[in-house]
């Protein structure tokens, strides 16, 4: 360009050559010509520009992110901003390139400004869906799962209980609602929300046991949805209404194990278990300060990217530390048995999502951590018989959800049943 501002002949030529050449051409080479010539026909080329700068962002050319990733991004939401409001993809564009950026945001650590820019996107979601009459809202769920991490539970139990108010009447054919429903439970639930929380559990446990009946979904997600609402009820003091659910659960499971599944699933039941799993052990293990929370009830794809680092990285140290609490426990289990055992539950807990969320091979690799779970727990029932029973039920019952996520259901039914027995629940 030359010094009047004006855009120089030649390189809008070059731009243009590097276009329409029949030559691959580089993600950098692609947003330097969009560059020039987005001066020249701002409304054909700033839309080109906005997501040419995201792909740059993602792969310099080389397969790796970018260096300067984060600017690239920014660069693409300023450029998105600047597409004239008539334009009729405007919103479709600046909503892309915001997600991109509060991404980046989130993974740097800058998370207020990632938490506005999903206030944006927000924003152009609401007014999408005022104009379409549509009662979905585009990027009310990203918004509900920020402040969630933020601790600002009520605004998330409200948002995910708008999110479940526009996609329940469509049921789940769709798909997404049962993952909706445990985000909003789990949001109720942060919130003390208790008497919704148990009401939204119990739409998920029905719309599961419609699915599994009319061979729409699997049996097992039915399966741990109960367990899974049994906990919570045990969690709120309503033990009665609870083993009765559990009961439903122990049917549901000898018919499994009779029979297997009476349809074949793709084995997205397995993601199903591992959020339930980490709602439960959630409330273990509250955030640090100045530090955000996974939001219990989804799966890690939706949590933002230094929630999974907080989750994840220390793996291997926590893993340490529940090795070094084991030690200590059995030269001295009076003082450190209980502790070991819950300790060991937040990083089974852990662990569970880490491996279940990255190969089908999940099961491999935390099977022993759950028999590891029961043999600490049996330890304790020992040690302790008031408490420690009831905490070797929990220990066999989270095992027992294991086995059937890995459709072993046999083994699931034993143990399963000797919970029961635990508990008191069965002979």
């Known amino acids: 360009m030359n010094h009047s501002g004006n855009v120089d002949q030649d390189d809008i030529l070059r731009a243009r050559n590097v276009l329409l050449g029949s030559g691959r051409r580089t993600p950098r080479e692609e947003v330097d010509a969009y560059r020039v010539l987005a001066r020249v026909s701002p409304a054909s080329y700033l839309p080109r520009l906005a997501e040419a700068l995201q792909r740059l962002s993602y792969d310099s050319g080389s397969g790796e992110p970018h260096a300067a990733r984060l600017a690239l991004r920014q660069e693409a939401v300023a450029v998105a901003r600047s597409i004239d409001p008539a334009e009729p993809n405007r919103a479709d564009v600046l909503y892309g390139a915001l997600d991109a950026c509060q991404r980046e945001l989130y993974r740097v650590g800058r998370r207020a400004e990632g938490l506005a820019l999903r206030a944006e996107m927000l924003a152009i979601g609401r007014a999408e869906a005022e104009l379409s009459g549509q009662p979905v809202v585009r990027g009310l ?46 949001a109720l639930h942060d919130a003390g929300r208790s008497d919704e ?30 367990i899974g609402y049994a906990r919570l009820l045990d969690t709120y003091g309503r033990g009665e209404r609870a083993a009765l659910v559990r009961h439903e659960a122990l049917a549901l499971l000898t018919e499994l194990a009779d029979t297997g599944e009476r349809t074949s699933w793709s084995g997205y039941q397995t993601t199903f278990w591992a959020v339930l799993l980490s709602f439960s052990g959630a409330d273990s293990e509250p955030p640090a300060s100045g530090e955000p929370r ?118 699931a039914l034993d143990d399963f049943r000797q919970a029961l027995r635990c508990l008191g629940e069965v002979r």
Not at 202 to 208: D, K, N, P, R
């Open 141 to 186: 769920r990203e918004w509900a799962a920020g402040l969630s991490e933020e601790g600002r539970y009520a605004e998330a139990a409200d948002a995910m209980t708008e999110v479940v108010a526009a996609i329940l009447p469509e049921g789940p054919s769709g798909g997404g609602l049962a993952w909706s429903l445990l985000e909003w439970i789990a």
């Open 294 to 411: 996974p939001p219990s009830g989804t799966t890690p794809m939706h949590w933002s990217p230094d929630s999974k680092r907080r989750c994840f990285d220390g793996l291997h140290a926590l893993g340490e530390e529940v090795d070094a609490l084991a030690a200590r426990a059995a030269g001295d289990p009076d003082r450190h048995l209980a502790a070991a055992v819950r300790l060991h539950r937040v990083f089974t807990v852990r662990s569970a999502a880490y491996w279940e969320h990255r190969t089908h091979l999940f099961a491999e690799r935390v099977r022993s951590l759950f028999d590891d779970g029961v043999d600490l727990a049996r330890s304790l029932s020992r040690q302790d018989p008031a408490d420690g029973t009831r905490t070797l039920a929990e220990a066999l019952i989270d095992r027992s959800a294991f086995h059937a996520a890995a459709r072993e259901f046999g083994p």
């Open 197 to 226: 929380a148990l009401a939204a559990f119990e739409t998920l446990v029905g719309m599961e046991a419609a699915e599994a009946a009319h061979d729409r979904g699997p049996m097992a997600c039915h399966f741990h949805a109960l």
